[in-house]
């Protein structure tokens, strides 16, 4: 019997271990390993080339759509599986736009779960709990009117994901710094921080720092008990 080999990426250690216990039971499956971040996440991804990656959004290091634009970009056989709490249009969006092969929320059901890693690892695209072809998808991503502008289905053309180092950049603004704190955090230039922030801005289409901190932890890319909102210099 030809195995699936699975790999779940998810900082919570007990929905991790449920999430490989309950695929552990269907006997064709085959856990190979489990990251508590993104950047272990995308290693592992790298080193054991698993078919199917459970990946949440919400990760340290590497956001899960990070991961999976990453794997995209690097051309890696995994293929990823989208398992979050966020059940919102735009985050679907930038999930399967990134290069996920499904977008699923946490409340699924384990019977639901095994049956969209089959159809994942078949070639199939499931967004929700529903298999689409490759042209709906597309053609939904279309109907959800000027948002859809920012995105391709090409990973890395159009997308505006932000690279590791604006995510540190970002997780500091989420916490109140400065650019010169965030500089003598990060052992950079007041500069560089400075071009890093205006990009994030441009990305997330955003104009100042409290929108992208709203927009950040709406998302669930940083966490309120990650930030302490300060007075900057």
């Known amino acids: 019997m030809d195995h699936i080999t699975i790999v779940i990426i998810d900082d919570h250690p007990i929905f991790r271990q449920g999430v490989a216990d309950t695929l552990s039971l269907e006997p064709d499956f085959s856990i190979v390993g489990g990251a508590a971040d993104g950047l272990e996440g995308m290693q592992m991804l790298r080193d054991l080339r698993p078919q199917v990656a459970i990946v949440d959004i919400n990760l340290p290091g590497l956001n899960g759509q990070q991961v999976a634009l990453q794997a995209a970009v690097e051309k890696l056989p995994t293929r990823i599986i989208m398992l979050t709490a966020y059940d919102d ?34 070639g199939g695209l499931v967004l929700g709990e529903q298999e689409i072809e490759s042209r709906d998808l597309e053609r939904w991503l279309d109907s959800q009117g000027e948002a859809r502008a920012r995105f391709s289905l090409v990973p890395g053309e159009g997308f505006q994901t932000l690279s590791g180092r604006e995510m540190e950049v970002l997780t500091y603004v989420t916490r109140g710094l400065s650019n010169k704190e965030i500089a003598r955090a990060l052992g950079i230039s007041h500069q560089t921080v400075k071009n890093h922030v205006t990009a994030i801005f441009r990305k997330l289409g955003v104009e100042d720092r409290t929108q992208a901190t709203i927009y950040a932890l709406q998302r669930g890319w940083v966490r309120l008990d990650q930030t302490t909102i300060k007075s900057k210099e």
Not at 97 to 119: H, N
Request: aromatic share 6%; charged share 25%.
């Open 89 to 122: 249009t735009e985050q679907k969006m930038h999930a399967m736009s990134a290069g996920a092969f499904a977008y699923c929320t946490k409340d699924v059901q384990p019977e639901k779960l095994v049956e969209i890693i089959r159809r994942v690892v078949n």
